[in-house]
């Protein structure tokens, strides 16, 4: 697919990603929208985000994102990246009224809602997708710094099983501009807040291991959250933590959001397709990372999820 080509007469256009944004949605929506206004100056381009996590602030275009999602005008083109429409937030009715609609994806669960679709699950990020899209021409060193932000994010900085030579071969692509990609991977993947810390040590202390000790769970209620002072970007890196213990394939992080509601994030080895599970209970994501949301007890969700684990356990 061309970018370019398929903008070609368009005079507004669209940009969103899913709700919760991370590094991979954020990366790509601002990557796209550098790479379009460089190829289409005179278009309107215009990137709908729910507001991203600050330590994303260094990627250029991060100011200009809009959070409020204000009533607009209809948009010649509108993309939706790393994402499907229902997991849009209110960014979904821009997707729904666009004269033409492109997706991009590299989720496995995603099977293409627009009216050009470009899903490869078997790319480790949406931001590596765009860069196989672009000409490498036209790519500077804000488009890369974009891009790598994404591909770091989406493969556990280059240690999940979605790494493959082609991904290591385009990060040395793109760090050839020159930006200071030690810095990013510290700042935006490792680098915690003092709050992150203390609710990542609260989940770990009330975690609890089950199924022979292969799965571990923790939850954290909204009385938990209000204490802290918590939002859902403070939570990041919680599951992954929970993974990272030595003889866990399947570690489940959950955190309430309504009455009886929890939105649940999953991890694991080669062991377990979570995307699998998620897709189960409406979620999806990918083999080794996915999330969902789920409506009942704490209880009633941890058992409804290690039927679906232990079967492939």
Not at 98 to 124: L, M, Y
């Amino acid at each position: 697919m061309d970018l370019v080509q398929e903008c070609a007469g368009a005079k507004r256009i669209g940009i969103s990603g899913h709700v919760r944004p991370d590094g991979d949605c954020v990366g790509a929506c601002l990557a796209l929208s550098l790479y379009l206004s460089k190829c289409l100056p005179d278009v309107c381009i215009r990137v709908f985000l729910e507001q991203p996590a600050d330590i994303f602030k260094d990627i250029r275009g991060f100011g200009g994102i809009n959070s409020a999602f204000p009533e607009e005008e209809k948009f010649d083109v509108f993309f939706a990246l790393d994402t499907v429409p229902d997991r849009m937030g209110d960014a979904e009715k821009y997707f729904g009224d666009a004269a033409k609609t492109i997706n991009i994806d590299h989720h496995v669960s995603n099977t293409g809602c627009g009216n050009v679709n470009v899903i490869e699950p078997q790319i480790g990020s949406t931001c590596e997708v765009l860069l196989d899209l672009m000409d490498r021409e036209r790519i500077d060193v804000d488009i890369a710094m974009a891009l790598y932000v994404g591909m770091i994010h989406d493969t556990g900085v280059f240690q999940y099983s979605n790494t493959t030579p082609a991904t290591l071969e385009k990060a040395a692509f793109l760090i050839s501009f020159g930006f200071d990609f030690s810095k990013i991977i510290e700042e935006t993947f490792y680098q915690k807040t003092y709050l992150q810390s203390l609710i990542m040590g609260r989940a770990l202390m009330e975690s609890v291991r089950f199924l022979d000790d292969r799965c571990i769970v923790s939850v954290l209620d909204k009385q938990i959250l209000e204490f802290y002072n918590a939002s859902s970007k403070d939570l990041d890196g919680i599951v992954n933590q929970l993974r990272n213990i030595r003889g866990v394939d399947c570690a489940i992080f959950m955190y309430q959001t309504g009455s009886d509601e929890y939105k649940v994030s999953l991890r694991s080895t080669e062991k377990v397709d979570v995307a699998k599970v998620a897709s189960y209970f409406g979620g999806g994501g990918h083999v080794r990372a996915a999330g969902c949301t789920m409506k009942g007890t704490f209880q009633d969700c941890v058992n409804d999820l290690s039927l679906h684990i232990e079967e492939q356990l």
